[in-house]
T-cell receptor, first 118, second 118 residues
Framework: DGGITQSPKYLFRKEGQNVTLSCEQN?????MYWYRQDPGQGLRLIYYSQIVNDFQKGDIAEGYSVSREKKESFPLTVTSAQKNPTAFYLCASSIPSSSYRGSNQPQHFGDGTRLSIL | AQKITQTQPGMFVQEKEAVTLDCTYD???????LFWYKQPSSGEMIFLIY??????QNATEGRYSLNFQKARKSANLVISASQLGDSAMYFC???????????????FGKGTKLSVKP
């Protein structure tokens, strides 16, 4: 079945440590996204990529980094510069929103990674 | 100013009754789309229904319908015949097709927690 796989489901970070969250999709989507969700809040966009080898900062990119070397993969690194990383992280993919064909297409989401500080 | 406002942090509904979840939006872009997602306690985001700004009729998908009032900038989700499995967080989101500064990305509200009582 096509879908988005995020791993791990739970992740713990020590002080000063970088951690990487994995996101893989087999939906053949060009666009991929990373969101952060805090308790009782909506989703906030961290980074997005409309095509391989290109990505853009979202609303809360500070303390995070990404890469997009393959169409299927969009890993997110939470760096030590992110002082409050405890949150639920969701990865999504879609047909690029910049195309008319993609304008009404929903984003498809993975099951999320819950990151906590040790 | 918030672009998506969901004024009901939490709601209760009796099983088998209908419930309306409110969503108002703010945009100057004449071309936009509105999405509703469901997030169960497990965390994944499930796409429910879409309404385009030029659509003449209100969208319907099974037990879900969208009460779209363009002049009032509201896009309320109606769930008919509520089931216990409908208990979840519900998020309204908007995509501005001419970007309006959001680069065509989804903008999410803070959500409404729906609890269905047996």
């Amino acid at each position: 079945d096509g879908g988005i796989t995020q791993s791990p489901k739970y992740l713990f970070r020590k002080e000063g440590q970088n951690v990487t969250l994995s996101c893989e999709q087999n939906l053949n989507h060009d666009a991929m996204y990373w969101y952060r969700q805090d308790p009782g809040q909506g989703l906030r966009l961290i980074y997005y990529s409309q095509i391989v080898n290109d990505f853009q900062k979202g609303d809360i990119a500070e303390g995070y980094s990404v890469s997009r070397e393959k169409k299927e993969s969009f890993p997110l690194t939470v760096t030590s510069a992110q002082k409050n990383p405890t949150a639920f992280y969701l990865c999504a993919s879609s047909i690029p929103s910049s195309s008319y064909r993609g304008s009404n297409q929903p984003q498809h989401f993975g099951d999320g990674t819950r990151l906590s500080i040790l | 100013a918030q672009k998506i406002t969901q004024t009901q942090p939490g709601m209760f509904v009796q099983e088998k009754e209908a419930v309306t979840l409110d969503c108002t939006y703010d945009t100057s872009d004449p071309s936009y789309g509105l999405f509703w997602y469901k997030q169960p306690s497990s965390g994944e985001m499930i796409f429910l229904i879409y309404q385009g700004s030029y659509d003449q009729q209100n969208a319907t998908e099974g037990r879900y319908s969208l009460n779209f009032q363009k002049a009032r900038k509201s896009a309320n989700l109606v769930i008919s015949a509520s089931q216990l499995g409908d208990s979840a967080m519900y998020f309204c989101a908007m995509r501005e097709f001419n970007y309006g500064g959001s680069q065509g990305n989804l903008i999410f509200g803070k959500g409404t927690k729906l609890s269905v009582k047996p």
